[in-house]
T-cell receptor, first 114, second 115 residues
Framework: DAKTTQPTSMDCAEGRAANLPCNHSTISGNEYVYWYRQIHSQGPQYIIH???NNETNEMASLIITEDRKSSTLILPHATLRDTAVYYC???????????????FGTGTLLAVQP | NAGVTQTPKFRVLKTGQSMTLLCAQDMNHEYMYWYRQDPGMGLRLIHY???????AKGEVPDGYNVSRLKKQNFLLGLESAAPSQTSVYFCASSYVRGGVNTEAFFGQGTRLTVV
């Protein structure tokens, strides 16, 4: 089972920041937090990942709490094309970290409103 | 650079028929995965492979077999299709860089209907 908890759905106004929360209270010290999104029924798309420090790339920012029990994905200026299901995933470690077995939950449907 | 390519994109099977889904990646990735996604659900891992010639079971492996004879290809087989296997199937690949796993790259999916 996925070890994350996300709200089922969220709305965001176009141009505003979208803040998507995720709880992962059972995360272990060497597990990364990954975020993916799925637009319509396309293949999931990688957004960002992190271990303990906050991360930023051209798509989004990832804020991880100090105790690592929760995180927030931030889309700084949401557009209509950001409407998608967003998955927060804790990567399962195996073979000393040499695999990337991602276990998906049901995610958060983000609806960006015009 | 095509990334991850799945063949076919759509298929309708009759109950009891067999078929093979092909996943090909041109990124020289070590790891490959097969997922299924049912309506309104997240993706569930069927089988995965950590290298050529190796495979392992995921969350929902029953009714499926896989093979990784070549590094770039990962085949998913349905020996005797059942209506419960109606789903969208996604393939993905990834690699390790500097001891850290990279992101997974996904194909566009195969929509399979078993009647």
């Amino acid at each position: 089972d996925a070890k994350t908890t996300q709200p089922t759905s969220m709305d965001c106004a176009e141009g505003r920041a979208a803040n998507l929360p995720c709880n992962h209270s059972t995360i272990s010290g060497n597990e990364y937090v990954y975020w993916y999104r799925q637009i319509h029924s396309q293949g999931p798309q990688y957004i960002i990942h992190g271990l303990k420090n906050n991360e930023t790339n051209e798509m989004a920012s990832l804020i991880i709490t100090e105790d690592r029990k929760s995180s927030t994905l931030i889309l700084p200026h949401a557009t209509l094309r950001d409407t998608a299901v967003y998955y927060c995933i804790v990567r399962v470690e195996e073979y000393g970290g040499a695999t990337n077995k991602l276990i998906f939950g049901t995610g958060t449907l983000l609806a960006v409103q015009p | 650079n095509a990334g991850v390519t799945q063949t076919p994109k759509f298929r309708v099977l009759k109950t009891g028929q067999s078929m093979t889904l092909l996943c090909a990646q041109d990124m020289n990735h070590e790891y490959m995965y097969w997922y299924r996604q049912d309506p309104g659900m997240g993706l569930r891992l069927i089988h995965y492979s950590v290298g050529e010639g190796t495979t392992a079971k995921g969350e929902v492996p029953d009714g499926y077999n896989v093979s990784r004879l070549k590094k770039q290809n990962f085949l998913l087989g349905l020996e005797s299709a059942a209506p419960s296997q109606t789903s969208v199937y996604f393939c993905a690949s990834s690699y390790v860089r500097g001891g850290v796993n990279t992101e997974a790259f996904f194909g566009q999916g195969t929509r399979l209907t078993v009647v």
